[in-house]
């Protein structure tokens, strides 16, 4: 299972962690995000303003999800 950090005040939407099955980002992000914190769904894209990092890298330039990845969801105002 992917497991998924959430960081700032996206913990109190999803906790701290979450461990989900999926083989996209956009797969893992929906099956998480029910009230529509973090994707746009009419568009199908996620949210401007959000971070985030798989296996350490910026999304857009590693997109590659296997079963032991972890991602990391950082909202532009988290904090210090």
Do not use: C
């Not at 996206?10 to 461990?19: H, I, R």
């Not at 083989?23 to 971070?51: F, H, M, P």
């Amino acid at each position: 299972m992917v497991k998924v950090n959430f960081y700032g005040p996206l913990k109190n939407y999803f906790g701290n962690t979450a461990e989900v099955k999926g083989r996209t980002l956009l797969e893992i992000l929906s099956s998480i995000d029910a009230n529509n914190v973090l994707i746009e769904r009419k568009q199908n894209k996620i949210k401007s303003g959000i971070i985030i990092l798989i296996d350490g890298m910026d999304w857009r330039i590693n997109s590659a999800i296997n079963d032991e990845s972890q991602i990391d969801i950082i909202p532009v105002n988290h904090g210090g």
